[in-house]
């Protein structure tokens, strides 16, 4: 699960820079949100070998898978939340001289905070699902992965081995989203409304 928590992180922070980057340019936004979107269409089984084949067998690719699978709901997410301040906020801000970056840090970013936590809640399973699904061409040796192709393989002679290896794989992942919904709680705690 290492790979998927650096994944996570990788995922996370790529597409908190996108957000930021087309928050703060409409052309760059315009030119590159539908490759965003695109890459999206790819079904991840078929582009998970291909990923592979290019940076070679072992973790590597198992972390790209995951960074691939996260990025996207974490950009849009983050997108939507730094577009969320009140526009007479921003008016006021930028009646007072304020510079982009003391809008982002002191204004959209922290209004942005909780459409993060959501993006966040749903990119912590999609990583856990991009490492087990880049565990069999990315020829990881051991992994939940690799045991449910095995597993799958020997379903006749023995059903239970891939079933309690999905139970276990569905707990990993209601585990990821329960830490990032605990963060959300800590860190929203103090806000108004973080009771509702």
């Given at each position: 699960m290492r790979q998927a928590v650096i994944g996570f992180f990788l995922g996370a922070f790529i597409g908190i820079a996108i957000a930021s980057i087309f928050v703060h340019s409409r052309r760059s936004e315009r030119a590159f949100m539908?490759?965003?979107?695109?890459s999206q269409t790819i079904p991840i089984v078929a582009l998970a070998p291909v990923i592979a084949l290019a940076v070679g067998l072992g973790p590597a690719a198992v972390i790209i898978v995951a960074t691939y699978l996260t990025f996207f709901p974490?950009?849009?997410?983050q997108l939507r939340g730094l577009r969320s301040p009140d526009p007479r906020a921003m008016e006021l801000m930028r009646s007072y001289g304020a510079s982009n970056w003391d809008v982002y840090r002191k204004l959209r970013f922290p209004a942005s905070v909780p459409f993060l936590f959501t993006a966040l809640k749903v990119a912590a399973t999609w990583a856990i699902i991009g490492a087990i699904i880049g565990e069999g061409p990315g020829g990881v040796g051991e992994g939940l992965g690799k045991a449910i192709i095995s597993?799958?393989?020997?379903y006749i002679t023995g059903p239970?081995?891939?079933w309690a290896t999905i139970l276990i794989a569905s707990l990993?992942?209601?585990?990821?989203y329960l830490a990032v919904r605990a963060a959300e709680v800590i860190v929203l705690r103090n806000r108004p409304g973080?009771?509702?």
């Open positions: 539908p490759y965003v979107v695109a974490v950009t849009i997410s597993f799958s393989q020997q239970e081995k891939l990993v992942g209601i585990v990821a973080a009771d509702s």
